[in-house]
């Protein structure tokens, strides 16, 4: 029984090795070497505390305004409106108040696991030493600003995640480097970040082959298929046998969704990191700043400043002056802030308009899986992602009802 698990980023590298470990036959394919697509430059965050739908009214009601602001957090480049407005709609969809109550709640039963489970996969891998043990502060420069953002406490005091109100004293003991426009912050200590994302996946790649699984180089052009999937179909001409096929291709998994018959609603919020290797300062914790719509994360042997979400689809060359945005922003908060050294750097978030993963056996051909649209939160659900296909392919009971997460619920 061959199992093909089409992308290796962090989602199915974390599935490959799952499925390895539980004694199936695995081969990891992927156009490019493991770890190069988003998973690649994201913000290193376990993020447990980010899992509000992008669609609540606080969220979409400032759209219009960001629309005029060429720096605005969200940009979406007018050539690509026409396209995306199937998307939008049903991201419009999704802001109804019985919908996002649903998507919190499926939201933070995944984010419930998260830290957990990623510390298990860590400790099974010998990769313990690949998280920090610093959490993340939320930034507010007052009492305003604060209260701004309080739909997101209320939500998190819902859900009971762990979570401290601290005042400028407390911050400066914390991170020193922070301005003293910084009157207030919350602390989320089980946000932890990666020591390197991108070296995070080709680990665990090492970890799948050394339990005897394969990784192949190839992109995925189609499929062969009757009631059951049978072959998978590359550019160049191979055609690989399969039992099952797990589609986990980031923003790119509904072009490979399509050929199977089964389109599903993915879009691409592209994001930028600037990844500084002499920064001039030093920092423990993750930092974001809500007003501001940026965070700065110590990573890969620097200091990664990033965020934004821009809208313009899989194949529009980057705008780097989204990555400039941010870093001119991060200064607001670390005067002393350096930027030398530095690279900038554009990846595709699998993004669905509803913001919940797909997490599904497909709706019509057996053998075929879905683990894709993460968005935001990749990384952070990596190994419960990992876990529950792994049930799901394997025939085990997921411990999670995986219903809110089918393929075919739009
Ligand atoms: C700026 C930014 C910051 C982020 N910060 C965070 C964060 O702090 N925390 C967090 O949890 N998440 C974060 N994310 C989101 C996270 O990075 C993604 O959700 C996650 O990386 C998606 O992983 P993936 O494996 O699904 O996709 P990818 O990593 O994109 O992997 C998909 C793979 O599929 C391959 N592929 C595509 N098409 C084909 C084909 N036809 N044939 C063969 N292979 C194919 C690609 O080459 C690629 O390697 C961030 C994202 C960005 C852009």
Not at 55 to 61: D, E, L, N
Not at 147 to 157: G, M, V, Y
Not at 332 to 356: N, S
Request: glycine share 10%; with cysteine.
């Amino acid at each position: 029984m061959t199992t093909v698990v089409i992308g290796a980023g962090i989602i199915g590298t974390a599935i490959a090795h799952d499925l390895q470990r539980r004694g199936q036959q695995v081969l990891l394919l992927d156009r490019d070497a493991p770890g190069r697509g988003a998973s690649f430059g994201n913000m290193a965050s376990i993020a447990v505390t980010e899992f509000m739908p992008a669609s609540r009214p606080s969220v979409w009601k400032q759209i219009p305004g960001w629309m005029l602001d060429p720096e605005g957090p969200v940009r979406i480049r007018p050539s690509y409106m026409p396209r995306l407005l199937p998307w939008f709609l049903r991201f419009i969809a999704a802001s109804r108040p019985s919908k996002l109550r649903a998507l919190e709640a499926e939201g933070a039963a995944l984010c419930a696991r998260s830290l957990d489970d990623t510390l298990a996969l860590l400790r099974e891998t010998g990769l313990e030493n690949q998280i920090s043990d610093e959490g993340c502060l939320s930034l507010y420069t007052d009492e305003a600003e604060f209260k701004a953002d309080r739909d997101h406490i209320e939500i998190l005091d819902r859900f009971g995640f762990p979570h401290e109100v601290i005042g400028r004293q407390a911050i400066k003991a914390l991170e020193p480097e922070l301005s003293d426009k910084i009157g207030m912050a919350v602390r989320f200590p089980q946000n932890r970040s990666m020591r390197d994302p991108y070296q995070l996946v080709v680990k665990l790649a090492e970890r799948f082959t050394a339990l005897g699984g394969r990784i192949d180089t190839g992109e995925v052009t189609g499929f062969t298929r009757a009631d059951s999937i049978r072959e998978v179909v590359l550019k160049d001409g191979r055609r690989i046998a399969a039992d099952a096929v797990v589609i986990c291709a980031g923003a790119f998994s509904g072009r490979l969704s399509a050929m199977l018959g089964e389109p599903i609603p993915l879009e691409t919020e592209r994001g930028y990191h600037t990844q500084i290797m002499a920064p001039g300062i030093s920092m423990k914790h993750s930092i974001i700043w809500p007003a501001r719509a940026f965070m700065v994360t110590p990573t890969a042997g620097g200091i990664r400043v990033g965020g934004t979400v821009e809208m313009a689809g899989l194949d529009a060359a980057p705008d780097y002056r989204r990555a400039k945005i941010t870093v001119r922003r991060a200064r607001e908060a670390l005067p002393a802030l350096r930027c030398e050294d530095f690279t900038e750097w554009m990846g595709h978030r699998p993004a669905l308009p509803d913001t919940v993963p797909i997490l599904s056996a497909s709706a019509k051909t057996k053998g075929v899986f879905y683990a894709t649209g993460h968005g935001h939160l990749g990384l952070t659900y990596a190994a419960t992602t990992a876990r529950l296909m792994g049930d799901l392919i394997t025939g085990a009971k997921p411990q999670l009802d995986l219903h809110p997460y089918r393929v075919n619920r739009f």
